[in-house]
């Protein structure tokens, strides 16, 4: 499924159904199979199904602690997809706290489905797209959904409020006051 020089997912995977992933994996599954879940025990290079497969398969992690948790969502993000999406299902504020604080992601998501949480509009307030901002995290212009006004040319006509001489007035005033 994973293209391993590349450790992205292999083209004739990406947008297939779970049904057709698994034949082309050797795997039978039952008719009418929507979603394929892998277990896993680590993230990076040595564990390829950690990494965005474009396609209705998901790993699943199991961590016993929040700190564990936390550690395994920064990892993921570290690996393939700084600054893109992180997803918490919590009733607790002080851990929807800590993972807005800690977590390199523009679209922090709470009680909201991931996949299409993301893209905005169905589920919460974020603008609708398809292109998705990582932000500086992820060395992108912008860390918003991609909207018609990012394809604007918006031009500032800008006038001065106060005169440059003024400013330097005003400092030299604080200056001799001290």
Excluded at 40 to 62: A, W
Excluded at 126 to 153: E, R, V
């Amino acid at each position: 499924m994973i293209d391993p020089q590349r450790h992205t997912v292999r083209g004739p995977v990406a947008g297939q159904s779970a049904e057709k992933i698994a034949e082309l994996a050797g795997i039978k599954v039952p008719a009418g199979t929507k979603l394929l879940i892998g277990k896993l025990d680590g993230i990076g290079t040595n564990f390829p199904f950690s990494g965005e497969k474009l396609s209705p398969t998901l790993s699943m992690y199991v961590a016993n602690t929040t700190d564990a948790a936390m550690n395994m969502c920064l990892g993921l993000l570290n690996y393939g997809g700084l600054g893109h999406t992180a997803v918490l299902h919590t009733q607790d504020n002080n851990i929807v706290d800590r993972f807005g604080h800690e977590m390199p992601a523009c679209r922090i998501l709470i009680n909201t489905p991931g996949s299409l949480g993301g893209i905005g509009g169905l589920f919460n307030g974020l603008t609708p797209s398809l292109t998705l901002g990582t932000g500086t995290y992820g060395k992108n212009s912008i860390s918003h959904n991609l909207s018609t006004g990012d394809l604007l040319n918006i031009k500032y006509v800008s006038r001065p409020t106060r005169h440059p001489i003024e400013f330097i007035n005003e400092l030299r005033a604080l200056v001799q006051a001290r």
